[in-house]
């Protein structure tokens, strides 16, 4: 089954490349139903292949939208729910279409199918977290996290959402004690801010603050970009002054929370960023963990880093790390 679902993810990212680059600018809500259709009913595969159900038309009809293709996998996970791999497809689904309560739910039973598998562990907690109206990790998401730990004791993610549900909790002193073991697992520039997060609850649990590290090396630049807006665009839109341009790396196939992030003014029009683990936004996870990441240029009327109705962007890219060339991202492209 294993080879079955790298098949369905090579398809899946053929017709990205091949059908999602000219359709997401001018309609992205069909480019990002075309790529879960893609993938999930290329995940269905190892369902209709050799069985009875491959002989039905119906049952070989490909989807015609993503809560289609989503209906047909939990059908298929109905007549064999002990596939894991099945459930991390459908809880990817959700999470792409904001359903924080399925992904949760999706989750969990991927988990629970692989009970040794420490990022499942993780990805189970976190997606609790995200379901909760305040993002509180609750008793279930911790003992996910504690099985992560036990697992992999050198797990980052786990080891930082464990901390932060502690914060959470109140339990500053613990939370320190926490992340403390992360400081000699992740690079300079990330310890540095972790080093200011160990501290603040340090200071809150009323104990000292950690010695000073050395001085930390500057992040190595892993990618550059040139953004600018379409011509077109630039002469049918009237810029609102605080508008910003938010340019977006973030891993391909995976969540879509960046793994590096950069804000800037729209009069700053056209610009170059260059990309850094200093611009990853969460401590555990680095850009210069990637080999291959997925490039947008966003362009937000409002201002707000949240994906707003209206807000317009370049075409995303996908790009191999380190780059050596600059990647041309054009906000607005037909």
Not at 63 to 87: C, H, N, S, Y
Not at 174 to 181: F, R
Not at 242 to 270: N, Y
């Amino acid at each position: 089954m294993a080879a079955l679902i790298v098949i369905a993810i090579v398809l899946g990212l053929i017709v990205l490349a091949t059908v999602l680059r000219p359709l997401w600018a001018s309609a992205r809500g069909v480019a990002l139903g075309i790529a879960g259709i893609s993938l999930l009913s290329a995940g269905l595969l190892y369902q209709l292949l050799g069985t009875p159900q491959a002989l039905d038309a119906a049952a070989r009809q490909a989807p015609q939208t993503l809560e289609a293709a989503i209906e047909q996998l939990k059908t298929a996970l109905a007549r064999d729910p002990k596939q894991a791999e099945g459930w991390v497809l459908l809880a990817q689904a959700y999470q792409r279409t904001g359903d924080t309560g399925g992904a949760r739910d999706a989750f969990a039973k991927a988990a629970a199918l692989s009970a040794d598998d420490a990022d499942l562990q993780t990805d189970a907690a976190q997606a609790r977290a995200m379901a909760d109206a305040a993002h509180n990790f609750d008793a279930q998401a911790l003992a996910l996290l504690h099985r992560a730990l036990q697992i992999n004791p050198k797990h980052q993610r786990a080891r930082w959402f464990l901390g932060v549900a502690q914060r959470q909790a109140g339990q500053n002193a613990q939370a320190a004690a926490t992340w403390a073991p992360l400081l000699a697992q992740v690079d300079a520039s990330t310890a540095a801010s972790l080093r200011k997060e160990i501290n603040v609850a340090r200071n809150l649990a009323g104990q000292p603050p950690l010695p000073d590290a050395p001085p930390a090396a500057a992040a190595s630049v892993l990618l550059t970009v040139k953004v600018s807006l379409d011509p077109s665009l630039a002469a049918r839109v009237r810029l609102q002054p605080d508008a910003k341009v938010f340019v977006i790396a973030r891993q391909v196939g995976g969540p879509p929370m960046p793994v590096a992030a950069q804000k800037h003014a729209v009069s700053e029009l056209p610009f170059s960023a260059s990309l850094s683990d200093a611009d990853s936004p969460m401590p555990t996870l680095k850009l210069s963990q990637m080999t291959e990441v997925e490039l947008v240029a966003r362009l937000s009327a409002t201002g707000e880093a949240m994906p707003q109705a209206g807000d317009l962007q370049s075409k995303p890219l996908r790009v191999h790390l380190p780059a050596k060339d600059a990647v041309d991202l054009v906000i607005g492209t037909p």
